[in-house]
């Protein structure tokens, strides 16, 4: 469903993905791991045209990632940020409406009936009203995926999706993600969250510098790493001191 | 102080109607200076530096020379040029020309206050250009504006009596006109002093007021 081929990224002088190529299936679970810097961000950030890569062809359904194609690329891959990035002037569920009503062109009140049931199934139905100052990270998290959730998108992109929040309140949106991946939807998740990529991913792919260095089977590549550099880097991150 | 209410009832009439000009040439000039200063903002975040230099240049020249002197220039050069415009309508263009690049400014802070990371968010989403300003940048950037902008109306309610000086008929020259035919300089002058508090300082209550709403929001 979505696939990169020999794509590569420079800002400047500095090449920060130098010939990347994967592949994602329909209603596969890919984690992406790697140092800060390793270029993980910005391969999602290409995926979705907030970001041109400049050598290599990206496709999202068959369709290579153009200008043109860029509206229809968007409807099919949403994203959701590190820092949340709701809209500050519109609550809950004026956030996860805002696609559906001034993007699809959806009616307001079934947009807005619908926003309420996603916030239901991420357990913010008591939060439609509320303005995003007023919720806690893990809140503004969980609007911010019914919010991708509202555009009905294929696939999901989520870079570091929990690094944000207080660490009591990642599990919450651990779980949230959980049953989607268990629903079946494509999701490519940057995260330092090796137990969770464990669990719930199909497979993992470790950067380093700009590469793919290492990727196969979640439990594979992460209790087992054959490449030196991931085994240096799992041990830094499970075991910090 | 029986003579200032005697003067008073007597200017009242007189003066209030030079009130009415100075509210009317200070919104025809506050439309102009909006849709200019706009026009200068947006030239200024676009990604064209054509744009940008021209927007620059344009805000460092106007800024540059005193408002009265625009003033001279519209009304009495134009017309050498072969425009000939109504007193009226050269001090509302000459304002609004004047002010329209602290208008600039007000909005240019606007837009900058937007976190971008919003208006990927609105990418993201698939929102076209169009809708992201009208529905994320705008609403957004109208909360770090308005305080701004308040007080900027304010100045240039007070700066349309530089009108006065091309003949247009507001608060200060019917004043000016009433002063010197009646040699009341003092009960004159107090009076319009007031009438501008009437207007300034209500207004700059309720832009007060507004600033403390965005606050908390
Ligand atoms: N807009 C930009 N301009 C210049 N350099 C950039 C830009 N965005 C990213 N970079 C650089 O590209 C490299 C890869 O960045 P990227 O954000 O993709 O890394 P990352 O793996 O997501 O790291 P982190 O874990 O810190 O988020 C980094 O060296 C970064 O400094
Ligand atoms: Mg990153």
Redo the contacts between chains.
Sequence with gaps: MISLKNVSKSFGDTQVLKDISFEIQRGEVVCLIGPSGSGKSTILRCINGLERHDGGEISVDGAPVTDKSLPAIRGKVAMVFQRFNLFPHRTAQENVAEGPIHVAGRPVAEAMAEAKTLLERVGLADKCEAYPAKLSGGQQQRVGIARALAMKPQAILFDEPTSALDPERVGEVLKVMRALADEGMTMVIVTHEIGFAREVADRVLFMDGGRIVESGPAREVLTAPKVERTRVFLDRVLNPL | MSQFFTDAVQFLPILISGLGVTIAVTLAALVISVVLGLVWALMGISKNPVLRGISRVVINTVRGIPIIVQLFYVYFVLPELGVQLDAFVAGAIGLGIAYSVYQAENFRAGFSSV?P??I?????????ER?IML??IM??AV?VTLPPFGNTSVMLLKDSSIASTITVAELTRAGQLLAVSTFQNMSVYTLIALLYLAMSLPLTYLVGRLERRFAR?
């Design positions: 976190d990371m919003l990927e968010a609105a990418q993201a989403l698939g929102m076209s809708k529905r994320v609403p957004l909360r929001k």
